[in-house]
């Protein structure tokens, strides 16, 4: 605890865990590095490489595939641009493709290079913002272009005869980011690679730069689909570092009507981290405060301003929201006022987690638990880059999983960092790949093996219409391109548009359209409240009047779930574990109106909203009625441990909890039996469920010891009470949860 600033030392604190600095470990320039460069990095104040970058350099030029996987702030574009900007140098008709996950990324990546001002090296970044005579000259004179995953697939391939230059001639293939492509959307970008490779007229050497995580040379080779070695020795210098866990406290003697029984509920991590970003800006302490969602930014940086209006009225310009669905232009000065210092504190969501280089960040809040370990030290390693010491906060939400974390510190910091999760052989993903493929050029029996595609998908498209076989290979049989939902957005974006002016005021999600753009819904922006007047998903708009409400929004929904097929399953006596594909029926069907200071539920009202179906795979677990015949409310048991189970998760599987959906029942007309399902929410599956399924010991352990060693007596938000249930935490028997998972336990094998 000594080791904290003073403004830090409070009884919040459950565990702080000190990082010594380290020195940095150089070595000579590559000798095959173009002189150019070099002094064009010597200018810059890079006097020599770190030893991973030279070795992961040295190994792109010699042309095998590498994944540097170092910490933040190591130096990883340095490993790339060496043979890259080298290869444009001394071969004129060679051509660099960089692919990051976020424009915002992309840009900060082509200011990287335009500074060194390299004669030659001719950079652009190209994305759904670039104008068409911009893409023209991109497409003729750029040697290094910069992009997304989303454009290669939109516009590049399937206009692959107007980038016949770049693809005829690509030396290197980018990969910034790597370890972000997790789940259904690194599914998509591994087909994506797939496709271009195929388009390719030589073989181009990948690059990819991760985060530090599990395995990454498996799971970079099962992103390109080819093997590749990894540089994970980090040689670059470090700060000292503190990492501290902090836990609200307990809400003084008013228990929560959003929750059931009148549950004790400590103060939302949003309030708190709203308050220490508050703090920070106050002493000039420049800070990160990562926020789960894109309403919970705009909360956390209104509430910073407020606390700064009563303490340094000044400074309150020195704090902003940053977020998708804002506009571009809003975007691009949020980044260069956070680049040039003229923003203090900024709350974010994982939008900035990426490598946008941000110089003098000294702090990192972290609002709750971001899922995985890999991105927790991702969001932490942004305070203290270039060898400054740094400063991170994770203030725990009222959950299970942040609960169980801060502590088990140990979880958190001695545990080997998660390997990256995706499924390429989804079929929901694969099939579609196929089609956009037939598209682009026919395919034949060799490009199979490319896809990992068994011959009786060709012959299922076939059957459906969407592919036609001829002796030269299977065309797309359509005029219209096949339909791909990359990032799992449910459709088109909606447009959010004042109803008053007309005004294009953001973007939304299709996907979460119907929780938080329904009729009714209170939207943030930029720190102006909006109420939504009417939701139209036919023409993707809501209609919203600004407004300033003393409360907030929540929608109710319900759920349906039918079993489809069983994939794999454990028999043990009277308890069954399964792994199958599922169908579920979910539906937004009201909404609750809050009190903004104390949660009070205001009333309930109804919206009139279509069901929406999902596919997808789910790991369930079936109990005899006579092992559990001493539980007495068997409905609210089964349901207390589902909700544990999926806010445990997690620790197992690199997902958010959000990116998981459960269901459980007394007696599932399919299973006939009390049964708890974990389901993936994305189609087809995102490998979630899977490996809860092949790793269900470790994870039902802490599931069970998370609420068995809760101090509190029938449940509450830290052990069984979901915030995003549907049903209002009811029923719910703790009691009975443990008693349920200890069964589980006690036969499993």
């Given at each position: 605890?000594?080791?904290?600033?003073?403004?830090?030392?409070?009884?919040?604190?459950?565990?702080?865990?000190?990082?010594?600095?380290?020195?940095?470990?150089?070595?000579?320039?590559?000798?095959?590095?173009?002189?150019?460069?070099?002094?064009?990095?010597?200018?810059?104040?890079?006097?020599?490489?770190?030893?991973?970058?030279?070795?992961?350099?040295?190994?792109?030029?010699?042309?095998?595939?590498?994944?540097?996987?170092?910490?933040?702030?190591?130096?990883?574009?340095?490993?790339?641009?060496?043979?890259?900007?080298?290869?444009?140098?001394?071969?004129?008709?060679?051509?660099?493709?960089?692919?990051?996950?976020?424009?915002?990324?992309?840009?900060?990546?082509?200011?990287?290079?335009?500074?060194?001002?390299?004669?030659?090296?001719?950079?652009?970044?190209?994305?759904?913002?670039?104008?068409?005579?911009?893409?023209?000259?991109?497409?003729?004179?750029?040697?290094?272009?910069?992009?997304?995953?989303?454009?290669?697939?939109?516009?590049?391939?399937?206009?692959?005869?107007?980038?016949?230059?770049?693809?005829?001639?690509?030396?290197?293939?980018?990969?910034?980011?790597?370890?972000?492509?997790?789940?259904?959307?690194?599914?998509?970008?591994?087909?994506?690679?797939?496709?271009?490779?195929?388009?390719?007229?030589?073989?181009?050497?990948?690059?990819?730069?991760?985060?530090?995580?599990?395995?990454?040379?498996?799971?970079?080779?099962?992103?390109?689909?080819?093997?590749?070695?990894?540089?994970?020795?980090?040689?670059?210098?470090?700060?000292?570092?503190?990492?501290?866990?902090?836990?609200?406290?307990?809400?003084?003697?008013?228990?929560?009507?959003?929750?059931?029984?009148?549950?004790?509920?400590?103060?939302?991590?949003?309030?708190?981290?709203?308050?220490?970003?508050?703090?920070?800006?106050?002493?000039?302490?420049?800070?990160?405060?990562?926020?789960?969602?894109?309403?919970?930014?705009?909360?956390?940086?209104?509430?910073?301003?407020?606390?700064?209006?009563?303490?340094?009225?000044?400074?309150?310009?020195?704090?902003?929201?940053?977020?998708?669905?804002?506009?571009?232009?809003?975007?691009?000065?949020?980044?260069?006022?956070?680049?040039?210092?003229?923003?203090?504190?900024?709350?974010?969501?994982?939008?900035?987690?990426?490598?946008?280089?941000?110089?003098?960040?000294?702090?990192?809040?972290?609002?709750?638990?971001?899922?995985?370990?890999?991105?927790?030290?991702?969001?932490?390693?942004?305070?203290?880059?270039?060898?400054?010491?740094?400063?991170?906060?994770?203030?725990?939400?009222?959950?299970?999983?942040?609960?169980?974390?801060?502590?088990?510190?140990?979880?958190?910091?001695?545990?080997?960092?998660?390997?990256?999760?995706?499924?390429?052989?989804?079929?929901?993903?694969?099939?579609?790949?196929?089609?956009?493929?037939?598209?682009?050029?026919?395919?034949?029996?060799?490009?199979?093996?490319?896809?990992?595609?068994?011959?009786?998908?060709?012959?299922?498209?076939?059957?459906?219409?969407?592919?036609?076989?001829?002796?030269?290979?299977?065309?797309?049989?359509?005029?219209?391109?096949?339909?791909?939902?990359?990032?799992?957005?449910?459709?088109?974006?909606?447009?959010?548009?004042?109803?008053?002016?007309?005004?294009?005021?953001?973007?939304?999600?299709?996907?979460?359209?119907?929780?938080?753009?329904?009729?009714?819904?209170?939207?943030?922006?930029?720190?102006?409240?909006?109420?939504?007047?009417?939701?139209?998903?036919?023409?993707?708009?809501?209609?919203?009047?600004?407004?300033?409400?003393?409360?907030?929004?929540?929608?109710?929904?319900?759920?349906?779930?039918?079993?489809?097929?069983?994939?794999?399953?454990?028999?043990?006596?009277?308890?069954?574990?399964?792994?199958?594909?599922?169908?579920?029926?979910?539906?937004?069907?009201?909404?609750?109106?809050?009190?903004?200071?104390?949660?009070?539920?205001?009333?309930?009202?109804?919206?009139?909203?279509?069901?929406?179906?999902?596919?997808?795979?789910?790991?369930?677990?079936?109990?005899?009625?006579?092992?559990?015949?001493?539980?007495?409310?068997?409905?609210?048991?089964?349901?207390?441990?589902?909700?544990?189970?999926?806010?445990?998760?997690?620790?197992?599987?690199?997902?958010?909890?959000?990116?998981?959906?459960?269901?459980?029942?007394?007696?599932?007309?399919?299973?006939?039996?009390?049964?708890?399902?974990?389901?993936?929410?994305?189609?087809?599956?995102?490998?979630?469920?899977?490996?809860?399924?092949?790793?269900?010991?470790?994870?039902?352990?802490?599931?069970?010891?998370?609420?068995?060693?809760?101090?509190?007596?029938?449940?509450?938000?830290?052990?069984?009470?979901?915030?995003?249930?549907?049903?209002?935490?009811?029923?719910?028997?703790?009691?009975?949860?443990?008693t349920v998972l200890s069964k589980i336990l006690k036969h499993l094998p």
């Open positions: 605890m000594h080791r904290l600033p003073e403004w830090l030392r409070r009884d919040q604190v459950t565990h702080v865990e000190v990082f010594p600095a380290r020195t940095g470990t150089t070595c000579e320039w590559p000798s095959w590095t173009a002189p150019t460069l070099v002094n064009a990095l010597t200018e810059a104040g890079i006097a020599a490489p770190w030893e991973h970058q030279t070795l992961a350099a040295t190994y792109a030029f010699e042309g095998r595939d590498v994944v540097i996987a170092t910490g933040t702030g190591s130096g990883k574009s340095l490993a790339y641009h060496l043979p890259a900007l080298t290869t444009v140098l001394s071969q004129p008709k060679s051509r660099v493709l960089y692919l990051s996950p976020t424009k915002a990324l992309a840009i900060d990546q082509l200011r990287a290079i335009q500074a060194l001002n390299i004669s030659g090296v001719r950079a652009a970044a190209c994305d759904g913002d670039t104008l068409r005579e911009q893409r023209d000259w991109i497409r003729q004179h750029a040697n290094v272009v910069l992009t997304n995953p989303d454009l290669l697939h939109h516009s590049l391939m399937p206009q692959h005869d107007r980038w016949s230059g770049l693809l005829r001639h690509l030396r290197y293939v980018i990969v910034d980011e790597s370890h972000s492509y997790r789940g259904v959307f690194g599914a998509h970008v591994a087909h994506i690679l797939r496709r271009l490779r195929r388009l390719t007229g030589n073989r181009p050497t990948f690059i990819l730069a991760s985060a530090t995580s599990g395995d990454p040379a498996a799971s970079a080779t099962k992103l390109i689909g080819r093997p590749v070695i990894a540089v994970t020795e980090d040689s670059a210098p470090r700060g000292s570092a503190i990492f501290a866990l902090w836990e609200p406290p307990l809400l003084p003697g008013q228990p929560d009507a959003a929750f059931a029984d009148g549950a004790p509920v400590r103060r939302s991590a949003l309030r708190e981290t709203g308050d220490l970003l508050t703090d920070a800006i106050s002493r000039g302490i420049r800070t990160l405060a990562f926020v789960p969602s894109r309403r919970g930014a705009e909360v956390v940086a209104a509430q910073a301003r407020r606390g700064l209006d009563e303490v340094a009225p000044d400074l309150g310009r020195q704090v902003a929201a940053y977020r998708a669905g804002y506009l571009p232009e809003e975007r691009r000065a949020l980044e260069q006022a956070l680049t040039k210092g003229e923003l203090t504190g900024l709350a974010t969501t994982n939008a900035l987690e990426l490598g946008i280089d941000v110089t003098g960040l000294d702090a990192v809040l972290l609002a709750g638990y971001p899922g995985t370990r890999s991105a927790m030290w991702q969001r932490a390693g942004r305070a203290g880059r270039a060898g400054r010491d740094g400063l991170c906060v994770l203030i725990a939400r009222d959950d299970p999983l942040d609960t169980y974390l801060i502590h088990h510190p140990a979880a958190l910091f001695h545990t080997p960092i998660e390997a990256t999760v995706f499924d390429p052989e989804n079929p929901y993903v694969l099939a579609p790949h196929l089609c956009s493929a037939a598209a682009e050029k026919p395919l034949t029996l060799d490009d199979l093996a490319l896809f990992g595609a068994p011959r009786s998908l060709l012959d299922e498209l076939v059957a459906q219409g969407a592919l036609r076989h001829r002796p030269t290979g299977w065309y797309w049989t359509h005029a219209r391109r096949p339909e791909i939902d990359l990032r799992g957005t449910g459709g088109p974006p909606i447009a959010v548009i004042e109803a008053a002016t007309g005004r294009l005021i953001g973007t939304a999600d299709a996907g979460s359209a119907h929780h938080h753009l329904h009729a009714g819904a209170v939207y943030t922006h930029q720190g102006r409240t909006f109420v939504v007047q009417q939701l139209d998903l036919e023409d993707a708009v809501a209609l919203v009047e600004i407004d300033n409400p003393p409360f907030t929004t929540h929608a109710r929904d319900t759920t349906a779930l039918d079993v489809l097929n069983v994939r794999s399953y454990v028999d043990a006596g009277p308890i069954g574990l399964f792994l199958g594909e599922v169908e579920v029926t979910s539906q937004v069907v009201s909404f609750q109106r809050r009190r903004m200071d104390s949660g009070e539920v205001l009333g309930t009202w109804p919206l009139d909203l279509p069901p929406r179906t999902l596919r997808t795979v789910a790991v369930w677990a079936t109990i005899a009625e006579s092992a559990v015949s001493e539980v007495e409310d068997l409905p609210g048991s089964l349901h207390a441990a589902e909700h544990a189970a999926i806010g445990l998760l997690p620790l197992v599987a690199s997902c958010d909890r959000w990116d998981i959906g459960g269901l459980s029942t007394a007696c599932h007309a399919d299973t006939e039996a009390p049964t708890i399902f974990v389901y993936d929410g994305h189609p087809g599956g995102a490998g979630f469920a899977e490996r809860a399924f092949h790793m269900a010991d470790a994870w039902l352990i802490a599931t069970r010891d998370t609420v068995k060693s809760c101090a509190c007596e029938r449940g509450c938000p830290s052990c069984v009470q979901s915030p995003k249930c549907g049903n209002g935490n009811n029923p719910l028997d703790k009691r009975g949860a443990v």
